[in-house]
Structures are given as C-alpha cells and as structure tokens.
C-alpha cells in the first residue's frame, strides 16, 4: 500500500504562482509515473502533468507553458506560474506503482480574478 501526501494549496491572485509537493509514504518500489491531476465538483477529474521515471513529461495543453512538473524518486512537485481562475481546483497527486494507482487525499488551489 502507498500512501500520498500532497501540500501546497492555498489561495492565489490571478498571474501568481504555487508549487505543490506530494511525498510518497515508501521507497522500496519503483514507481512508474507520478503525477498531478485536479478535479472541480460535477466535472471529471482531468490530467495536468505526469512524469515518469525515465524522466518523460506529459501535460495538458491548457497549462503547457505555464505549469511545470518535476520529480525525486519518491517524490514530485508542480510549479504553477501564471495561474488563471479557471486553473482553480482540488488538485490531486497520482502515482502508477506496477498495475495499481494510487491518489493522494487533494489539495485546493483557488485563483481569484
């Protein structure tokens, strides 16, 4: 079992930035792809950024350009810059280890206009 540990949320200005940080709860085993997606009520929840362990980074196109991800080995991070009001969301960290998925409990960004 792994546990996910996300923090960085919080309430920004639109044109701010925030750097979220999710801590895998272990480091006996490989993880295959890490990652941030965000979710906001009535909608589906929808990719931002992954990254996997070679190093190869996926991101939606609305915040390419933007958002950048990163990772440790047990850890990854996403630097939001330029942020808009509708980039406003729970945001969720996600990691792949083998055949499970695993989700973090979710931090909320808020961007005011």
């Known amino acids: 079992q792994v546990q996910l540990v996300e923090s960085g949320g919080g309430l920004v200005q639109a044109g701010g930035s925030l750097r979220l940080s999710c801590a895998a709860s272990?480091?006996?085993?490989?993880?295959?792809?890490m990652g941030w997606y965000r979710q906001n009520p009535g909608k589906e929840r929808e990719l931002v950024a992954t990254v996997t362990s070679g190093g190869s980074t996926n991101y939606a196109d609305s915040v390419k350009g933007r958002f950048t991800i990163s990772r440790e080995t047990a850890k990854v991070y996403l630097q939001m810059n330029s942020l808009k009001p509708e980039d406003t969301a729970v945001y969720y960290c996600?990691?792949?280890?083998?055949?499970?998925?695993?989700w973090g409990q979710g931090t909320q960004v808020t961007v005011s206009s």
């Open positions: 996600y990691a792949r280890v083998g055949w499970f998925d695993y």
């Open positions: 272990r480091r006996d085993f490989t993880i295959n792809r």
